[in-house]
Nanobody
């Protein structure tokens, strides 16, 4: 499985950005896909995850109602629509995939490269 993330950048607080992650490999090797983020000096945290088959999604409390995770099964692409951005959303965002069907992705089998998201207040 290979994951190629794109779409990061600079946004003002209150605005939006959309991240994309192009995935390759078997669906069975990426039953759950998600986005993690790591801010300077902080641990990497799961932001949102989605079951690739059912589309069932999980969100960390801090982004509920603002971020939307989705996938395009035909194009094998994962998205993260980030609305009403806040300065605390500033971080490097990573696309990830797991062979396990687990909403909170306790074990990640594949990582994409990070993409920087910077939100200015």
């Amino acid at each position: 499985v290979q994951l190629q993330a794109s779409g990061g950048g600079l946004a003002q607080a209150g605005n939006s950005l959309r991240l994309s992650c192009a995935a390759s490999g078997r669906t069975s090797d990426r039953l759950t896909m998600g986005w993690f983020r790591q801010a300077p000096g902080k641990a990497r945290e799961l932001v949102a995850a989605i079951n690739w088959i059912s589309g069932s999604a999980y969100y960390v409390d801090s982004v509920k109602g603002r971020f939307t995770i989705s996938r395009d099964n035909i194009k094998n692409t994962l998205f993260l629509q980030m609305d009403t951005l806040k300065s605390e959303d500033t971080a490097v965002y990573y696309c990830a995939a797991s062979r396990r069907n687990s909403a909170t992705m306790p074990e990640v089998d594949y990582w994409g490269q990070g993409t920087q998201v910077t939100v200015s207040s």
